[in-house]
Every structure is written in structure tokens, then in C-alpha cells.
């Protein structure tokens, strides 16, 4: 099992790393020689093989993050410096090669499947259900970072028998992709409703799954809410826009057949429950703060936040070392980096809280919270014209996100529900005081905004170039750099043109900052 997981784990049928003919060879996995492997096996192998970028690592926050998503959602302060808002290549590299790693023991974990017998599939279906949830999860975020991906043809070289010249593969539509995704998860809803699973099988996925422990009911609200996700994602686009209505108004009208992550004690995480393990969260610190203190709050998060009296305050932050008491001052992205230096060196400004977010070693890895789907279910009914129902949604959202804050550090105050209420009534908060769609629409993009913070930096980004709120001012980078602005996408990695090139060609003129993934259409 050690050698199928580490050979799957390698990059595999894609053309995207520096690799050389003679790597094929090596990393193709001839199931004659493969002395032992199950689906369960490998199963737990693909859930294990993208826990870095899951769980809260240095590598993906200090190489990935910090000075991409976190800088482009204004979820942090940084002192601005010519050539700020190109992605580094490091960062889109591993980012990609992480996902292709992972898609790879995805690929692998079909083929393996494939070759049980057809009894043996019907008793194991759970597994091919929940592991393409989650793959369905984890490839939406890398299509809203490039767009188009190698991926129906990645990551095939297992089952093309070791035949490196047949797997190369070519790119897929970013929107095609989004449709595949939703039409299988609409499957997977229904299919979740009626499938049994004998108790061998459920006993032994509960020590797979450490996503939902095998919880089939857990899965239906992770496969629905994940639903509402992508539908939301794409529900600007004309060719989408009568599924979107025609799907989430099905979810939304018969919960007991669609349910969805409702509340904190059903959010799909990954759960830590010894930091001893590999399951943990204990360099979040380190990467966040990466070279000096890139953990400080931006003023634009933090002024809504004392204006408000947020209650998320003095959890999600803490006042700087040297900060008079209770005083939270975020950094402003509109001085010049000099200045912004000082500031950051000079402790007075807000950092991320230690106890409960930077250096909480149980922080768990998010996958989809109730706070989210309540957010994203708040701007459907806005749109639907059902405003009882979208303030709704909207005062839930605000409460299951606080609950979610104070949680992370134990038990809820006894006061908080008190809060929560004098909160959510403020009149820069209140739904009532919004006279306009457009400004109950700022409303939820703010909350949504807060809520992701820097626990969930890439939905975060990709909310912001849907719908373009909360409205963020960056400083034009005037030294000449090739990305004066924050960039609509990231490029592919430098690899691809060279390994992968046949198929490159097939996107290359699409290949820029600034072209949009097909969901940006504002």
C-alpha cells in the first residue's frame, strides 16, 4: 500500500512537472506487481493526499497565500512594494502540483475500482460517491484560480498501461468541467437518498473517512451545500442561470430529501484531534506570519468591524503588543509601503488572535460551514425576490458565524446570544436598513467577506471576482509591473508550456492575468 500511495502521489499523466520520459516509467503503477491494495486503502490514501492544503500548513500559506489571496480579498494588511500582485511562481507551481498529486490518487483510486467485480462495486459505491464529492470540491478551486485544467484525460497513466505518449492531457473547459461536476453531484443527491451500505462496509469507512467518519447524512449536506456552492459560482452566466434557479429552488423547497450544512454542528471539517498527528494546524502561525508580522489586520476589515461593535472582534483579533487596551487599528493599504513598514513594525496594529485562529493548534480544516451556505442561500432568495427568506438567511448566517468564531476557542459565552441580536439590529448591519437590493447585496458580501477571513482565502477571492463586493481600493503598482491591479486569474505554471505543450496550445492566447474565468462576468 506504502508504494501505490507514493507512486500515485507523483504528478502523473499530465505533462505538468519537470519531468523526463524516464519518469513515466517510474511512476506508472503495474497492478500485476502492486503487492497488495484495496479500495479502502486507497481510498484513505486520496483523502490523506491533499491535507496540506485542507489543514493550516506554513507551505501553503507562506509559499501560496500570503502574498496572493490573502492580499487580493484585503484579509490582511502588507506593506505595498512594486510587483505586489503577481502571483509567484512557486506559489502557482505547487499549488498545481499539489492538486495534480491529488487528482492522480483520485484516477487511481477509479481504476482500482474498476477492476472489483460488479458485487463488489454495488457494496462499495459509498466510496466512488464521497470520494468524487470531495475531488468535486477541492478541482473547484483550482478551475476558479486557472479556468481551463487538464482533467477528464489527467492523470490516466495507470490506466493507459504505463503508455506516457497516450497521456498527455488536454485541457478541459472550465465551464464544461463546472457542468460535469453539478450534474454528477445532482446524481449523487438523489443516489444518497436510497443506497445502502452493509454494516462491514460502514464500519470500515468509518476508520477511512476522516472527513465524516462514513456518516452518509453528513455527506448528503456536504454533496447539497457543496451544490449551492458551485451553482451560486456560476449563477451570473445566462446559460446557467435557469439551472441555478431550477436546482437550489429544489434543495431550498424539500430539505428532508436535499439537506444542507444548517448549523455549527454540522459544518464539514477536518477535525483535529491530536496536533501529535498528521491531522493539524500547528505551523498556521508561521506561514501566516511568514518574514515579519503578515498576520496584522487590514483597516478596511477592521474599521466595519469597530463600527459595528462586531462581536468576532476580540476573537478573530487582538490588540498589537503595544496597542492601548482594547484598541484594534488595521493597516491602510492607501500609504506608501514605507510608512506601512513602520506601522507594522511599530506593534500598534491588530493581529490575527493567537488563541483561537494563528496559533490554534485544533484549528480544523474547513470544507463547507453553515455561516457559508447561509450567505450564499441569502443572495439566491435576494434574487428570487423573497426578502423574508433572504434576511433570513442572512441574520442566521451572522449568528452561525460568530457561534463558529467563539467556538474555535471552547465553550460560547453565556451572553452571546444577547450579542449576536444588539448586532445583527445595528444600522449598519440591520437588513431592514438596507433600502436596495444592491445594498442587501453589500451586506451579505461583507459578512461572507468577514466569515472567510483567512481561514478560507481562495473562496474568499473567488466571491470577490464574482460579484465584485465588498468594494476593495488597491494602490496601482506604477513600477512598471506587468499587474498594476490584482490579477482576474492566475497563469499556468511555467511547465506546462514546456512538458504539456501540444496540449497548451489549445490555451495558450487565453493564458493571462487579466482574462477572466468564465463565472467573472461583471
Same mark, same amino acid.
Given at each position: 500500500?506504502?508504494?501505490?500511495?507514493?507512486?500515485?502521489?507523483?504528478?502523473?499523466?499530465?505533462?505538468?512537472?519537470?519531468?523526463?520520459?524516464?519518469?513515466?516509467?517510474?511512476?506508472?503503477?503495474?497492478?500485476?506487481?502492486?503487492?497488495?491494495?484495496?479500495?479502502?486503502?486507497?481510498?484513505?490514501?486520496?483523502?490523506?493526499?491533499?491535507?496540506?492544503?485542507?489543514?493550516?500548513?506554513?507551505?501553503?500559506?507562506?509559499?501560496?497565500?500570503?502574498?496572493?489571496?490573502?492580499?487580493?480579498?484585503?484579509?490582511?494588511?502588507?506593506?505595498?512594494?512594486?510587483?505586489?500582485?503577481?502571483?509567484?511562481?512557486?506559489?502557482?507551481?505547487?499549488?498545481?502540483?499539489?492538486?495534480?498529486?491529488?487528482?492522480?490518487?483520485?484516477?487511481?483510486?477509479?481504476?482500482?475500482?474498476?477492476?472489483?467485480?460488479?458485487?463488489?462495486?454495488?457494496?462499495?459505491?459509498?466510496?466512488?460517491?464521497?470520494?468524487?464529492?470531495?475531488?468535486?470540491?477541492?478541482?473547484?478551486?483550482?478551475?476558479?484560480?486557472?479556468?481551463?485544467?487538464?482533467?477528464?484525460?489527467?492523470?490516466?497513466?495507470?490506466?493507459?498501461?504505463?503508455?506516457?505518449?497516450?497521456?498527455?492531457?488536454?485541457?478541459?473547459?472550465?465551464?464544461?468541467?463546472?457542468?460535469?461536476?453539478?450534474?454528477?453531484?445532482?446524481?449523487?443527491?438523489?443516489?444518497?437518498?436510497?443506497?445502502?451500505?452493509?454494516?462491514?462496509?460502514?464500519?470500515?469507512?468509518?476508520?477511512?473517512?476522516?472527513?465524516?467518519?462514513?456518516?452518509?447524512?453528513?455527506?448528503?449536506?456536504?454533496?447539497?451545500?457543496?451544490?449551492?456552492?458551485?451553482?451560486?459560482?456560476?449563477?451570473?452566466?445566462?446559460?446557467?442561470?435557469?439551472?441555478?434557479?431550477?436546482?437550489?429552488?429544489?434543495?431550498?423547497?424539500?430539505?428532508?430529501?436535499?439537506?444542507?450544512?444548517?448549523?455549527?454542528?454540522?459544518?464539514?471539517?477536518?477535525?483535529?484531534?491530536?496536533?501529535?498527528?498528521?491531522?493539524?494546524?500547528?505551523?498556521?502561525?508561521?506561514?501566516?506570519?511568514?518574514?515579519?508580522?503578515?498576520?496584522?489586520?487590514?483597516?478596511?476589515?477592521?474599521?466595519?468591524?469597530?463600527?459595528?461593535?462586531?462581536?468576532?472582534?476580540?476573537?478573530?483579533?487582538?490588540?498589537?503588543?503595544?496597542?492601548?487596551?482594547?484598541?484594534?487599528?488595521?493597516?491602510?493599504?492607501?500609504?506608501?509601503?514605507?510608512?506601512?513598514?513602520?506601522?507594522?513594525?511599530?506593534?500598534?496594529?491588530?493581529?490575527?488572535?493567537?488563541?483561537?485562529?494563528?496559533?490554534?493548534?485544533?484549528?480544523?480544516?474547513?470544507?463547507?460551514?453553515?455561516?457559508?451556505?447561509?450567505?450564499?442561500?441569502? %443572495?439566491?432568495?435576494? /434574487? @428570487?425576490? +423573497?426578502?423574508? #427568506?433572504? $434576511? !433570513?438567511?442572512?441574520?442566521?448566517?451572522?449568528?452561525?458565524?460568530?457561534?463558529?468564531?467563539?467556538?474555535?476557542?471552547?465553550?460560547?459565552?453565556?451572553?452571546?446570544?444577547?450579542?449576536?441580536?444588539?448586532?445583527?439590529?445595528?444600522?449598519?448591519?440591520?437588513?431592514?436598513?438596507?433600502?436596495?437590493?444592491?445594498?442587501?447585496?453589500?451586506?451579505?458580501?461583507?459578512?461572507?467577506?468577514?466569515?472567510?477571513?483567512?481561514?478560507?482565502?481562495?473562496?474568499?477571492?473567488?466571491?470577490?471576482?464574482?460579484?465584485?463586493?465588498?468594494?476593495?481600493?488597491?494602490?496601482?503598482?506604477?513600477?512598471?509591473?506587468?499587474?498594476?491591479?490584482?490579477?482576474?486569474?492566475?497563469?499556468?505554471?511555467?511547465? %506546462?508550456?514546456?512538458? /504539456? @505543450?501540444? +496540449?497548451?496550445? #489549445?490555451? $495558450? !492566447?487565453?493564458?493571462?492575468?487579466?482574462?477572466?474565468?468564465?463565472?467573472?462576468?461583471?
Amino acid at each position: 500500500m506504502k508504494k501505490i500511495f507514493l507512486i500515485a502521489a507523483l504528478v502523473i499523466a499530465t505533462g505538468v512537472t519537470s519531468c523526463k520520459k524516464s519518469d513515466f516509467a517510474k511512476a506508472y503503477v503495474d497492478p500485476s506487481k502492486v503487492a497488495s491494495t484495496t479500495v479502502e486503502k486507497q481510498y484513505a490514501g486520496f483523502l490523506s493526499s491533499d491535507l496540506d492544503y485542507v489543514m493550516y500548513k506554513y507551505w501553503n500559506y507562506f509559499v501560496v497565500l500570503q502574498n496572493t489571496a490573502l492580499h487580493y480579498t484585503q484579509a490582511v494588511g502588507w506593506a505595498n512594494a512594486p510587483g505586489q500582485y503577481i502571483p509567484g511562481s512557486a506559489a502557482i507551481h505547487d499549488r498545481w502540483v499539489n492538486y495534480y498529486s491529488f487528482l492522480s490518487q483520485y484516477k487511481n483510486f477509479l481504476y482500482l475500482y474498476s477492476l472489483q467485480s460488479a458485487a463488489d462495486q454495488k457494496a462499495k459505491r459509498i466510496y466512488l460517491i464521497t470520494a468524487t464529492i470531495h475531488f468535486y470540491d477541492q478541482t473547484q478551486k483550482v478551475v476558479d484560480l486557472h479556468g481551463d485544467i487538464p482533467w477528464s484525460q489527467a492523470g490516466l497513466l495507470t490506466t493507459n498501461g504505463g503508455n506516457y505518449s497516450k497521456s498527455y492531457a488536454k485541457y478541459d473547459g472550465a465551464a464544461t468541467i463546472y457542468t460535469k461536476m453539478l450534474d454528477d453531484l445532482k446524481g449523487f443527491a438523489d443516489e444518497l437518498n436510497t443506497i445502502s451500505v452493509s454494516s462491514d462496509v460502514s464500519s470500515i469507512i468509518k476508520t477511512q473517512d476522516f472527513i465524516n467518519n462514513g456518516d452518509v447524512t453528513a455527506w448528503k449536506k456536504y454533496c447539497n451545500s457543496l451544490r449551492i456552492k458551485l451553482l451560486t459560482r456560476v449563477s451570473g452566466v445566462s446559460s446557467f442561470q435557469s439551472r441555478v434557479a431550477s436546482e437550489i429552488g429544489q434543495i431550498t423547497a424539500n430539505p428532508s430529501t436535499y439537506p444542507v450544512v444548517s448549523s455549527n454542528a454540522e459544518n464539514i471539517l477536518v477535525k483535529v484531534y491530536d496536533p501529535g498527528t498528521t491531522i493539524n494546524s500547528n505551523d498556521f502561525y508561521t506561514g501566516l506570519i511568514g518574514w515579519g508580522n503578515n498576520d496584522v489586520a487590514s483597516k478596511k476589515m477592521i474599521d466595519i468591524m469597530n463600527t459595528n461593535t462586531d462581536p468576532r472582534l476580540s476573537v478573530m483579533f487582538q490588540p498589537g503588543e503595544k496597542a492601548a487596551a482594547n484598541t484594534y487599528i488595521g493597516l491602510d493599504q492607501s500609504l506608501d509601503g514605507s510608512t506601512q513598514q513602520t506601522l507594522i513594525d511599530g506593534g500598534t496594529l491588530a493581529r490575527y488572535n493567537f488563541a483561537y485562529i494563528s496559533k490554534n493548534k485544533s484549528l480544523p480544516g474547513i470544507l463547507i460551514t453553515a455561516a457559508e451556505v447561509d450567505f450564499l442561500l441569502a %443572495e439566491y432568495y435576494l /434574487n @428570487a425576490g +423573497n426578502d423574508a #427568506a433572504a $434576511k !433570513a438567511a442572512y441574520n442566521a448566517g451572522i449568528s452561525q458565524s460568530i457561534e463558529f468564531y467563539f467556538g474555535l476557542g471552547g465553550a460560547l459565552p453565556a451572553t452571546l446570544p444577547a450579542e449576536e441580536t444588539t448586532y445583527i439590529n445595528k444600522a449598519g448591519i440591520s437588513w431592514a436598513g438596507a433600502a436596495t437590493t444592491a445594498d442587501k447585496m453589500n451586506l451579505i458580501a461583507i459578512q461572507k467577506w468577514t466569515n472567510y477571513s483567512v481561514l478560507q482565502p481562495l473562496e474568499s477571492w473567488a466571491e470577490y471576482r464574482r460579484t465584485k463586493l465588498p468594494a476593495f481600493s488597491f494602490v496601482t503598482d506604477a513600477s512598471g509591473s506587468v499587474l498594476p491591479q490584482p490579477p482576474s486569474r492566475w497563469v499556468y505554471p511555467t511547465d %506546462e508550456q514546456t512538458f /504539456n @505543450a501540444a +496540449n497548451y496550445q #489549445a490555451v $495558450k !492566447a487565453n493564458d493571462t492575468f487579466t482574462a477572466k474565468i468564465f463565472w467573472d462576468v461583471k
